[in-house]
């Protein structure tokens, strides 16, 4: 009996193990998601990758952006003022909060073209994702300078 007990211990830690494992490469598929919509400059594939009623602080955002519209707009501002752009991500961390939600926290680096010239930024990122019908989808986003 007691073996048993320890078999089936065992084959629920792996379990957890493995979901876990699951759980933060699904997280963090929607934060490659997002920067590759970045770097196609696809307004609609941004927002897609937001929840409907997402939070939003961009480096430049001066007001909480609270829908997808709001994120669409503050990206075509971004492509009209530095455009090409290019953005990549940096160390992160993810962190399971359960099944279908987590936290992404870490560095970006963008490349951006100001007055004509490029223009490199790393910033600080976090990202809180969850599942929503049967997706998984941005719902807060902060992203801020790296201090100098």
Not at 93 to 111: K, P
């Amino acid at each position: 009996m007691r073996q048993l007990i320890q078999t089936i211990l065992l084959a629920l830690t792996l379990m957890s193990s493995s979901t876990m494992a699951d759980t933060k490469a699904s997280a963090l598929g929607v934060a490659h998601a997002w920067v590759a919509a970045v770097n196609r400059q696809d307004l609609d594939g941004i927002a897609d990758n937001f929840a409907t009623d997402a939070s939003f602080f961009g480096t430049t955002t001066k007001t909480l952006i609270s829908d997808t519209e709001g994120v669409r707009q503050y990206f075509l501002k971004v492509f009209q003022a530095y455009a090409p752009v290019k953005v990549e991500l940096g160390q992160v961390r993810v962190t399971e909060l359960s099944s279908d939600s987590a936290v992404i926290t870490g560095f970006d680096r963008w490349q951006v073209t100001v007055n004509g010239a490029p223009v490199e930024a790393i910033g600080r990122i976090s990202m809180a994702v969850a599942v929503q019908n049967g997706q998984w989808k941005i719902v807060s986003f902060h992203r801020s300078a790296l201090p100098n």
